[in-house]
């Protein structure tokens, strides 16, 4: 089967107001971080309603500075998914800690909450949860376990003994948006990492954030400010305080990192923030067509609303019923030849050479492969028409009813 039609998987939504914004920081004379950042961080901070927001160049980045701040490093474990991209797992890596993957649910793309506990060490500092497809992890779940073992956890410095039991980082990569029982992806977490990147819902090309909830004992402000030093090679200035007229003089307080969002970037982020509403209206619109479309074929799709749950609706994850992974792969090529891109989310860390190289086998997370070998991606983009959405699920029905 050939056809002209191209249905590209995940394109960038960018509108007029996206370029006029961004031009106009360009004839600002202010590229890099500045007015628009902060500007960014305060209203993404009131969108996600927390108190305080930064800004940086990744949700890896964010992920990363965080395990820092929290004096994460060797000796100590962190826990997450092996159902997930390497950004959730590298982080912990990249700190000299041990990461610990745990398997999925049994059929279910959200980490295993009762085997969370049983991977639970003196050893354990923090757990990475991952919200999956834009559908938020089962918070309630996930703390009930973390205080059932709350006596194992061993905090070793002034941060971590804020806390007692094990530090929840929420990896939001895909849920920026998304609500669970009524909370604000972002108010979840101890701590939230959110990506920006240019295949996200909300896209500043590059670029994501890191937030936190109000905790007693915990400095907003000098969180903010460590976040800051660590983000920009341990300057005691930004580069904004510096320009000030005669303001020359900082000091580097520590040899550390550069990963800071530039206004060019937080410009984008500025304008797709203001449009995210219609953005997540129009994902949702496309998800129950899908749904609507799919219902009588033999899928079994992620569920991103319920009750309990509002999806961002960042991805569509569908397992065909039966399928092995060669026919998945089939699948994903047949059409392909129709001009339609799909994905897989994810190949399992323990099936990449990194993973394999530390000692992790698929074989040990049955659950996940069981997942991953008969999942396939559809195009959720909000560029999608609908004229397209149905040739998408007739070009599906016509290779699922052979």
Excluded at 221 to 247: I, M, P
Aim: hydrophobic fraction near 35%; glycine fraction near 6%.
């Amino acid at each position: 089967m050939s056809n002209t039609r191209k249905i590209t998987f995940s394109p960038p939504d960018i509108t007029q107001e996206e370029i006029d914004e961004v031009v106009d920081t360009l004839r600002s004379g202010w590229i890099t971080t500045g007015p628009k950042t902060k500007l960014f961080e305060k209203q993404l901070a009131e969108y996600c309603h927390t108190s305080t927001v930064c800004c940086l160049s990744s949700a890896t980045a964010a992920l990363e500075l965080c395990l820092i701040l929290l004096g994460i490093g060797p000796g100590d474990e962190v826990i997450t998914s092996a159902y997930t991209y390497t950004a959730s797992c590298s982080p912990i890596i990249h700190v000299g800690a041990t990461p610990v993957l745990v398997d999925v649910a049994p059929d279910s793309f959200h980490i295993d909450y009762e085997k969370i506990g049983k991977a639970i060490t003196s050893r354990t500092k923090a757990v990475i949860p991952v919200d999956i497809g834009g559908v938020m992890c089962d918070y309630d779940a996930l703390y009930q376990v973390l205080e059932e073992h709350k006596a194992l956890y061993s905090p070793n410095n002034e941060i971590q003994s804020l806390f007692d039991r094990v530090i929840v980082i929420s990896d939001a990569a895909h849920s920026i948006g998304a609500t669970y029982k009524g909370k604000m992806s972002g108010q979840l977490g101890d701590f939230t990492a959110f990506s920006f990147h240019a295949v996200k819902n909300l896209t500043t090309a590059e670029g994501g954030a890191l937030t936190w909830r109000d905790r007693e004992g915990l400095d907003n402000d000098k969180l903010y400010h460590q976040v800051q030093l660590l983000s920009l090679h341990g300057q005691s200035k930004d580069a904004l305080s510096k320009t000030q007229f005669g303001a020359w003089e900082y000091d580097i307080v520590g040899p550390y990192y550069k990963c800071n969002m530039t206004d060019i970037m937080a410009a984008l982020g500025l304008v797709q923030l203001k449009r995210y509403p219609e953005i997540l209206k129009r994902r949702r619109q496309i998800i129950e067509m899908y749904n609507e479309g799919l219902k009588d074929l033999p899928v079994t799709s992620l569920v991103h609303y319920t009750d309990t749950l509002e999806s961002s609706g960042h991805l569509y994850l569908m397992r065909i019923n039966g399928y092995k992974e060669q026919q998945r792969n089939d699948f994903i090529k047949n059409m392909a030849e129709t001009g339609i891109a799909t994905n897989v989310h994810y190949k399992p860390l323990p099936m990449h050479s990194a993973y394999k190289t530390l000692g992790f086998k698929i074989e040990d997370f049955p659950n996940t492969y069981k997942q991953f070998e008969n999942e396939v991606t559809l195009p959720l983009n909000t560029c999608l028409k609908d004229e397209e959405i149905r040739y998408l699920l007739q070009t599906i029905r016509s290779f699922l009813t052979r």
